[in-house]
């Protein structure tokens, strides 16, 4: 049996399929279109999961919509009601395209799915749509390698719920409780990054990376203020302060009152109070994710938790969850967003609909996330022989040997290899990597590679068996979700004089002997590699621990700031071009940047891509 799960229409539209209840494929739009957090349609992450199981639109079995439109509509309006005659201006922005587009949804679906297939409107497959947080819970639970766990969804909002508790027990699911609209963790934490100058529904892993350079101060005025956050972690918030109900921002005056000045704009000069800021919400938002863990355990004893939705993708919150030794264990879904919601939807399907059994896995299901494309040998070569690329082929072994030496070496390498990742994180098939130990990789890799703000936290990607090494972490993290601590050993204690540093001044002080993945607070956000699912990733990290002794190398997403990660090797060639990166290993060839010819480079491609 085949089932093709859709997210579509708010951001991160994705596609994925099972096949006999196993997941074959799974993508986001964004990766093909090469347009970030793409909403539309996914038809072309459509296409890649059927040729990649090797089917026509007309075997699939059932197609599961990941959210319910008009249950969303009625909040809208509901909404709208309760606070007109205010909010009249958003209201008109909105109902135009609701009126045209998204009360028409299955309408819209079908007609964009008979075309990709094509098929008359009547030939489709049973089109089926699941909750927002059902299809969440079912990403999160489905896949883990848990037997029966809690489950616990936090995001902005989906049709009403912003906060959900389930049971999962074999192949059920059963809902607790929920928050609903407009109280919502996910979209406070959107409304502060609103407020220090990202963009929402982009920024908030810049918040999240921004507050370890400031300091809490705000915390009890969020409190106080803000959010009326209760012991069991249950929370309402004074929407007094907040426009996002009624207007076409986060915040109003009142809010901007409260912190001493109006939000930053977008790519001015970030201060202390932003950082201080950061810092505040930060900590309001480990604190209800840890009570909230509690009260979920108190309520089902319950040894595991598995986790989704946007906030899921907090990998500080995450490590602080999981060193409060609530559960023996926790799993987080690596496309814990919208685009998670996708294969939600097809799990929903195969489990409650068809009352399939599950298979529990002793990793988990997600194979290590790679669900994307892969290229093959002749392909690659087809593509560098088109631009007039200058490359090496190489066999296994020699090109393995070859990456670390040049890692070893300072030099920063293009790696694109395998499946492309599922979900926001580049896992060594689409990365850019380098060494961990150089004082001046973070910089060089922000500044002149990706091309974004200097702050910004690189991650490392540590042998499995050598975590416990370098890291407070004594299990697995494989999705890059769990922030944990440098161990003491590999630490450098700060002098008197670097203690007294305040905000950005702390970032050139080297904290440990692999300075470019440790974050100023002393923590990293870790990827542990496993030879099972990315076998010629963890022989590279092997051969550079061979070389130099360390297990551990920098590990950023294959893309500048703003770009969606590469997909295609034209992708990854492109990009490689257009940045200081020094190699590029795409399958078995390896180019140098000192070999390519050298094209005059044509700068208005920076204006391509939307800052984030």
Not at 72 to 90: D, H, V
Not at 106 to 121: D, F, H, I, M, N
Not at 191 to 198: L, N, V
Not at 308 to 317: I, R
């Amino acid at each position: 049996m085949n089932i093709l799960g859709i997210s579509a229409y708010y951001h991160d539209s994705a596609a994925a399929l099972l096949q006999d209840g196993a997941i074959v494929a799974a993508a986001q739009e964004e990766r093909f279109s090469r347009k970030k957090h793409d909403a539309r349609f996914p038809q072309h992450a459509i296409r890649y999961c059927l040729e990649e199981a090797g089917i026509a639109l007309a075997d699939v079995d059932d197609i599961v919509f990941y959210d319910k439109p008009l249950v969303k509509f009625e909040r809208l309006l509901e909404t709208y009601l309760s606070y007109a005659p205010r909010g009249i201006r958003s209201f008109l922005a909105a109902m135009p395209v609701w009126l045209k587009e998204k009360l028409y949804l299955k309408t819209t679906l079908k007609r964009e799915l008979a075309e990709l297939g094509g098929l008359k409107q009547t030939e489709l497959p049973k089109l089926l749509f699941s909750e927002h947080h059902q299809s969440h819970a079912a990403s999160a639970f489905y896949p883990s390698p848990f037997e029966e766990a809690a489950v616990l969804c936090l995001d902005g909002v989906g049709e009403w719920a912003t906060t959900t508790a389930w049971m999962g027990r074999g192949h059920r699911l059963e809902a607790l409780w929920e928050i609903d609209f407009p109280h919502s963790l996910g979209l406070l934490y959107s409304a502060f990054t609103y407020f220090t100058g990202f963009k929402v529904n982009s920024g908030e892993y810049k918040l999240m990376g921004l507050a370890p350079y400031g300091e809490p101060k705000y915390v009890d005025l969020i409190l106080d203020n803000l959010l009326d956050l209760k012991d069991d972690g249950t929370f309402r918030m004074d929407m007094r302060f907040f426009n996002y109900c009624t207007g076409l921002t986060m915040t109003n005056a009142r809010f901007d009152a409260l912190f001493g000045g109006p939000r930053r704009e977008s790519e001015s000069r970030i201060t202390q109070r932003e950082m201080d800021i950061a810092a505040s919400i930060q900590k309001v938002t480990e604190e209800v994710v840890v009570r909230l863990g509690r009260s979920i355990r108190k309520e089902t004893g319950a040894d595991y938790l598995c986790l989704a939705g946007g906030v899921a993708l907090n990998c500080v919150a995450n490590g602080e969850l999981l060193r409060a030794g609530i559960f023996k264990d926790i799993w987080i879904q690596p496309a814990a967003g919208d685009a998670g919601g996708a294969l939600g939807a097809a799990l929903v399907a195969w489990h409650s609909k068809h009352d399939q059994p599950r298979q529990v896995d002793s990793g988990d299901a997600m194979s290590g996330s790679y669900l994307g494309p892969a290229y093959d040998t002749e392909t690659i070569r087809r593509v560098l022989d088109a631009v007039g690329a200058v490359y090496q082929e190489l066999d296994d072994e020699t090109l393995v040997e070859r990456a670390a030496e040049v890692m070893a070496e300072e030099q920063v390498v293009g790696w694109h290899q395998g499946r492309m990742e599922f979900g926001p994180r580049a896992l060594g098939g689409r990365s850019i990597i380098g060494d961990p130990r150089s004082p001046k990789m973070q910089s060089v890799m922000n500044l002149k590679i990706k091309y974004r703000e200097s702050f910004r936290p690189f991650a490392p990607s540590v042998l499995n068996e050598r975590v416990g090494d370098y890291f407070e972490q004594d299990r697995p993290s494989p999705y890059m979700l769990i922030v944990a601590p440098v161990r003491e050993a590999q630490r450098i204690a700060m002098t008197d004089e670097q203690k007294q540093l305040f905000g950005i001044d702390k970032l050139n002080v080297p904290r440990s002997q692999l300075p470019a993945i440790t974050h100023v607070d002393y923590s990293a956000r870790i990827q542990t590699v496993h030879a099972e699912t990315n076998p010629r990733y963890h022989a590279l990290i092997k051969r550079f621990e061979a070389k130099t002794g360390c297990g551990v190398v920098i590990n950023t997403s294959f893309n500048v700031r703003g770009e969606p990660i590469v997909c295609t090797p034209e992708d990854a060639y492109r990009c490689f071009m257009r940045t200081e990166m020094d190699y590029l290993v795409i399958g078995n060839f390896l180019l140098a940047k000192s070999e390519q010819p050298m094209i005059e480079q044509d700068e208005s491609w920076k204006q391509e891509f939307e800052l984030d």
